[in-house]
Each structure stands twice: as C-alpha cells, then as structure tokens.
C-alpha cells in the first residue's frame, strides 16, 4: 500500500488519509499521513488519497456513512492477500473533479472584500449542496500581492465544526471546489475565506481587520436518493 503510494507523482508532496496513519503505511509512504479517530468525521481537509482497510470496513471505522460512500466509488489500487482484498485506496481529487462535473453551476454572490494589495471582484459559487458532492468556488481577484499568497476555503457550520477545506495559490482566476464529505450532518453552513503568506503562513488581515470573513451562507441538504 505505502509502497503503490510512494510511487506516483512528487509523493512527498502527497497527503493520504489512513486509520492506520503512524504506521504500517507511514514506514513505507514518504508523504502526509492524516489520521483520525473512531467514531470522529473523516478530517476531509485538502487530502489527495483516501486509505480504506477491511479492518474499517467490518467496523465502520470511522462512520457507517463514510465507509459506505467509498465503498460505491472505484479505488485505483486495492491489496490483495491470497485474493481477498486487504486495503483500498481512493483517489479523492479524482473522485472530487468527477463530481464538480454533474454540479449545479455556480452563481455570482454578493461579496466585497478588500486586502492591502489585492481584491475580491467576483465570486460564483451556489448555496445548497447535498451531502457527498461537489461545491465548486469560482474567483476573480485584482491587484498582485507583494509575496506569494494562497487563498484558504472553508466549510464550516454554525457551531464550528470544519467538514471541508481546500487552499490554493491565489491566482487572478480561480476554480476550487469543496468535497462535502459523506458524513456531514444537513444544516445550516457557511462558506469562510483567508488569505495567507504562503511562505510563514501568516494571515492576510483585511481593510477592515479580518483574518476570516464570512462569504455566504450555505444549506447542506441530505444526500441525493438513488436508484
């Protein structure tokens, strides 16, 4: 497993999300290992695999709702012992991108938000995504920062709990999107925003002194029923 991992594109730049996280995959993957707890929502915070263990899936580990979810996607490498699959890996951007296609487009939202050198003009995204989807963010910004900047996105619900979070290089043009995890709870969102110096990861304040400002309100519906 650590071993297929470690063998594709610039992997110490790769962060993968395992039950097992300080080992046996951490001893064989030079990259990130984020791991969890029991019972805990998945941390679906900018991770680029997913690693599923028959261990997780006998014990729904770390909810019946996230195993569940994998489990209907296709991995993109699966361990075998003596033909019995051991472990799976997903490959979350991918899984992510696919989902962005069959996304409501996004639409214009009202946000005015100013930093010492660049601008927020624009910004699309919509405001109700169901539960195991894709929130695509498009943004326009003006001005060029004097050190490299990222801009920081952020689900996060009204009682603080962080579900999804992508950070990206500003750029003058930008599309993320936000995978809203399988177990997430319905209910009432909203959609943050930092800027920050990629370097000392410092945040950018605002004109008027906000290192996170609020972008819009979102809705998160129960997931889709299928056929």
């Known amino acids: 497993m650590g071993d297929w991992l470690a063998e594709q594109p610039d992997p110490t730049n790769v962060d993968v999300l395992s039950w097992y996280s300080a080992g046996p995959l951490s001893y064989h993957f030079p990259g990130r290992v984020v791991g969890f707890s029991y019972g805990s929502r998945m941390p679906w915070l900018d991770v680029d695999y997913v690693v599923l263990y028959i261990n997780q899936v006998q014990r729904d580990i770390p909810t019946a709702a996230a195993v569940d979810y994998f489990l209907e996607q296709t991995p993109v ?29 996004p639409q214009p939202i009202q946000v005015t938000a100013q930093w010492p050198e660049v601008s927020l003009v624009a910004m699309r995204t919509h405001t109700n995504p169901s539960i195991g989807t894709a929130l695509p963010v498009e943004m326009e910004w003006s001005g060029t920062p004097a050190r490299a900047a990222k801009v920081s996105l952020r689900l996060i619900g009204t009682d603080g709990t962080l579900v999804a979070q992508q950070d990206v290089s500003l750029q003058p043009e930008m599309k993320v999107s936000l995978f809203v995890p399988p177990d997430a709870v319905p209910g009432d969102y909203a959609l943050y925003m930092m800027v920050y110096d990629s370097d000392t990861l410092d945040p950018v304040r605002t004109l008027d002194g906000q290192d996170l400002i609020i972008t819009t309100p979102v809705q998160v519906s129960a997931p889709k029923a299928t056929n």
Do not use: K, R, W
């Not at 490498?77 to 699959?85: C, I, K, Q, R």
């Open 77 to 105: 490498y699966t361990a075998t012992l003596e033909g019995v699959p051991m472990a799976m890996v997903y490959n979350l951007n991918q899984i992510v991108a696919d989902l962005s296609e069959t996304a409501p487009p």
